[in-house]
């Protein structure tokens, strides 16, 4: 399968999807463990979760897809929303919280 329709796949087909560094378990980068950490914050247990050092091409790939250099990488409700600074920033001034409130609100 091709690496972007597979990444596609992933975004839309999850209501929330983070590539990352490693594991939630065993986050291997600060960035990938502060975005976690945001998500469990939010109310967020289960968040479909992509380790990039397990596939390169993946890794390269969800770079190419969101046109954005670095990881981790957040999608909700098939949207890239961005990395941990973006997600600090949006979990600080609340904002964060009301995009994933419908997602949280109907498990």
């Given at each position: ?6 990444i596609?796949d992933?975004?839309t087909?999850?209501?929330v ?16 463990a ?16 992509i380790?990039?050092?397990?596939d ?12 954005w250099?670095?990881?981790?990488q957040l999608?909700i ?11 600090t920033?949006m979990?600080?001034a ?7 409130e ?6």
């Amino acid at each position: 399968m091709d690496v972007q329709k597979k990444i596609h796949d992933l975004v839309t087909g999850n209501p929330v999807v983070l590539f990352m560094k490693g594991t939630p378990q065993f986050p291997q980068c600060g960035f990938s463990a502060r975005a976690i950490q945001i998500l469990n914050a939010c109310g967020v247990t289960a968040p479909v979760t992509i380790d990039v050092l397990a596939d390169p091409e993946i890794r390269q790939g969800v770079k190419d897809y969101a046109n954005w250099p670095t990881v981790p990488q957040l999608y909700i409700s098939g949207e890239f929303v961005g990395g941990s600074d973006i997600m600090t920033e949006m979990y600080q001034a609340g904002e964060l919280q009301k995009q994933l409130e419908p997602i949280i609100g109907a498990r």
